[in-house]
C-alpha cells in the first residue's frame, strides 16, 4: 500500500545552520509532493510544493529535491532560524480524482541558539 | 481575506455525547477536506466534500462519523456517541478547485472525550 515516511523522528541543528529533512515515499505513480510546517497548537501550514517532472524547486530560504529513481524528497532550509522550530511533514497526493494528501509521521526540528 | 476557520478550537465531551466540528473554508473555495491528527503522529484523510456533495469518504470510519457541506454555512463533521478513541485534533482544508490545488488548513479542533 502506500506510505510515506520520514527518516528521523527529531533533528537538531544549531541556528544558522542548514537544515536538511527527509522523506521516503512508496508511490511511483505519485506525481505531487508538498511539505507543511506545523507549529505546537497549530494547523499545518504550506512551505513548498513540487511536481514530478521537476527534480528541484526554490522558495525563500527553502529548497526541495526530488529524486524518482530512489522516491526521496527532502526539504533544505537555509540559515536555520529559532521561528523554523516545528513538526515538518511531507505529503503526497494521490493520483486520481480527489486529491487527498498522505501524510508522513513528521520531523520535529529544534533550533538551538 | 480569512483564512479557514474551524470552531470550535477545543471541545470537549463525556463518552456517548455527540460532537460537532465546523469548518468554514476560505473565501472562494468550495473544496473541503477532513483530516484527524492523532498525537505524535501524522494527518490522517477522512473524507473530502463539495458543495451538498460527497465526493470520496475512504477515510472515514464507517460507523458514528459523517460530514456534509450544505449550499450555505460552513462544513460539518459530526460524530455520534463518542468514545475515548476519538480523541484527536481534526483539521480541515479547503482548495479553490480540489485535486489539483494546494489545500490550506485550518486551526483544528482538539476533541478531548473524557
Known amino acids: 500500500g502506500e506510505s510515506v515516511g520520514l527518516h528521523l523522528p527529531t533533528l537538531s541543528v544549531q541556528e544558522g545552520d542548514n537544515s536538511i529533512i527527509n522523506c521516503a515515499y512508496s508511490?511511483?505513480?505519485?506525481?505531487?509532493f508538498i511539505w507543511y510546517k506545523q507549529e505546537s497548537g497549530k494547523g499545518p501550514q504550506f512551505i513548498i510544493d513540487i511536481r514530478s517532472n521537476m527534480d528541484k524547486r526554490q522558495g525563500q530560504r527553502v529548497t526541495v529535491l526530488l529524486n524518482k529513481t530512489v522516491k526521496h524528497l527532502s526539504l533544505q532550509i537555509a540559515a536555520t532560524q529559532p521561528g523554523d522550530s516545528a513538526v515538518y511533514f511531507c505529503?503526497?497526493?494521490?493520483?486520481?480524482?480527489?486529491?487527498?494528501?498522505?501524510f508522513g509521521q513528521g520531523t520535529t526540528l529544534q533550533v538551538k541558539p | 481575506n480569512a483564512g479557514v476557520m474551524q470552531n470550535p478550537r477545543h471541545l470537549v465531551r463525556r463518552r456517548g455525547q455527540e460532537a460537532r466540528l465546523r469548518c468554514s473554508p476560505m473565501k472562494g473555495h468550495s473544496h473541503v477536506y477532513w483530516y484527524r491528527q492523532l498525537p505524535e503522529e501524522g494527518l490522517k484523510f477522512m473524507v473530502y466534500l463539495q458543495k451538498e456533495n460527497i465526493i470520496d469518504e475512504s477515510g472515514m470510519p464507517k460507523e458514528r462519523f459523517s460530514a456534509e457541506f450544505p449550499k450555505e454555512g460552513p462544513s460539518i463533521l459530526r460524530i455520534q456517541q463518542v468514545v475515548r478513541g476519538d480523541s484527536a485534533a481534526y483539521f480541515c482544508?479547503?482548495?479553490?478547485?480540489?485535486?489539483?490545488?494546494?489545500?490550506?488548513f485550518g486551526p483544528g479542533t482538539r476533541l478531548t472525550v473524557l
Open positions: 508511490n511511483s505513480a505519485s506525481d505531487y
Open positions: 482544508a479547503s482548495s479553490p478547485r480540489g485535486s489539483t490545488d494546494t489545500q490550506y
Open positions: 505529503a503526497e497526493k494521490e493520483s486520481g480524482n480527489t486529491g487527498k494528501l498522505i
